[in-house]
């Protein structure tokens, strides 16, 4: 035991420098255009802004790797930048882009690149560069379309703060679950210059990417040497494209069917609906012969209020993935360029109009036929098979998807 002692203290002495190492930078926000051309190569543009986080800071060289097979770098950028409305822009006024001298070192994976800064990372300061490359293999086709798997540039020795890509496709094809963007240059345009125009004329280029950015794929508080995967499909059959889920509804819808006609439940549905409590008041008593009735509770149908309130928990939920599209379809294609008040209507009606309606449209058709209480139990059974569905379908909120 006393042996063990000595080894112990030495090695916590070897490994508490290691423990102890500081970041002397982090990635403020990593923006990617990323270009896919039918054979499944990639076109990208790589906007990276880097803030010096510590005291000693003074970093005159970045190592990075850039994930995928024979990549090719075109040209590598670097501006100072500033922060405009929360995001990190390049600094157009009186700092001039410059280009940046690097090296390439191929890797069986990937390949790292190092660039010689002009302008060294330092404390409480930032700087933005811009790679501009090409990688290959991206995609690969299924029968479906081309199913691609991009993977950003990581960083061994610093946090990524926050992370985004927007994909662009070629303009005969369609990007699944995902509205186009329209940019005035797309990263290809931006590398057929790249032998002919200035640092500052590329940077002008670019610099529409930092402004208000939306970016259909995001991911935050990446650890050093990690990197986040955009996966997706595209191609030019929308058919073909949502083929499963239109084979899934089909079959969903199939199912049902069958049930109703083999349990005809249409004739019951139809009775449980047909008539209201006063109509039912009114209507003259006749002898008849005993029959079996739904279960009710305190004069209210409890078969009624269950169905409908599992119509208005699927209401609600497709309302919510609908104006979850809205929102992002109107702020991907009006950004800027919408007058201030159509902006706050389009937000309102996509976020919270849509899916109130949905939610409390159906309770209150009950409360107007059959009487408050059916309203009521019919906006409870609602809530509960909502929390059931946002439990079933917690896996896709993962992946961006929200509901309101």
């Given at each position: 035991m006393k042996k063990l002692i000595p080894l112990l203290v030495a090695a916590f002495v070897l490994l508490a420098p290691a423990a102890g190492a500081q970041e002397l930078y982090w990635h403020n926000q990593d923006s990617y255009s990323v270009e896919l051309d039918?054979?499944?190569?990639?076109?990208?543009?790589?906007?990276?802004?880097?803030?010096?986080i510590s005291a000693s800071t003074n970093v005159s060289s970045v190592?990075?790797?850039?994930?995928?097979?024979?990549?090719?770098?075109?040209?590598?950028?670097?501006t100072p930048a500033y922060y405009y409305g929360g995001y990190a822009?390049?600094?157009?006024?009186g700092n001039p882009a410059q280009f940046l001298e690097y090296t390439l070192t191929p890797l069986s994976r990937s390949t790292q690149?190092?660039?010689?800064?002009?302008?060294?990372?330092?404390?409480?300061t930032q700087t933005a560069i811009n790679i501009i490359y090409q990688t290959q293999d991206v995609a690969s086709p299924t029968f479906q379309g081309l199913e691609f798997n991009f993977e950003t540039i990581k960083?061994?020795?610093?946090?990524?703060?926050?992370?985004?890509?927007?994909?662009?496709?070629?303009q005969e094809m369609e990007l699944k679950g995902k509205p186009r963007i329209n940019v005035q240059y797309l990263p290809s345009d931006i590398i057929g210059s790249a032998a002919t125009k200035s640092a500052a004329e590329m940077s002008s280029q670019i610099y529409p990417y930092y402004r208000y950015p939306s970016y259909q794929y995001s991911a935050?508080?990446?650890d050093p040497g990690e990197s986040f995967t955009v996966s997706g499909l595209y191609g030019s059959s929308t058919l073909l494209l949502y083929f499963w889920e239109i084979v899934a509804a089909a079959a969903v819808a199939a199912a049902v069917t069958a049930a109703f006609l083999y349990f005809r439940l249409d004739r019951r549905?139809?009775?449980?609906?047909?008539q209201t409590d006063n109509q039912a008041k009114a209507r003259p008593?006749?002898?008849?012969?005993p029959t079996a009735q739904a279960p009710s509770l305190g004069g209210l149908s409890m078969q009624r209020t269950l169905i409908m309130g599992i119509v208005t928990a699927f209401l609600y939920t497709l309302a919510s993935f609908f104006s979850q599209f809205i929102f992002s379809l109107a702020n991907m294609l009006f950004s800027g360029s919408t007058p201030y008040m159509l902006s706050i209507v389009i937000v309102l009606v996509a976020m919270f109009g849509i899916p109130v309606i949905a939610l409390f449209g159906p309770p209150y058709y009950m409360h107007r036929r059959y009487g408050w209480k059916e309203g009521l139990m019919t906006f409870v059974f609602a809530v509960l098979f909502i929390a059931l569905l946002l439990i079933l379908m917690a896996p896709l909120y993962s992946n961006g998807y929200r509901m309101y």
């Open positions: 039918g054979e499944g190569d990639a076109f990208v543009v790589a906007s990276m802004t880097f803030e010096g190592n990075l790797e850039i994930p995928g097979r024979s990549v090719r770098v075109y040209k590598v950028i670097q822009a390049p600094d157009m006024a690149i190092t660039i010689l800064l002009k302008t060294p990372i330092q404390p409480n960083d061994p020795v610093s946090t990524v703060r926050a992370s985004g890509a927007n994909i662009f496709v070629p935050r508080n990446l549905i139809r009775s449980l609906f047909g008593e006749r002898r008849q012969a």
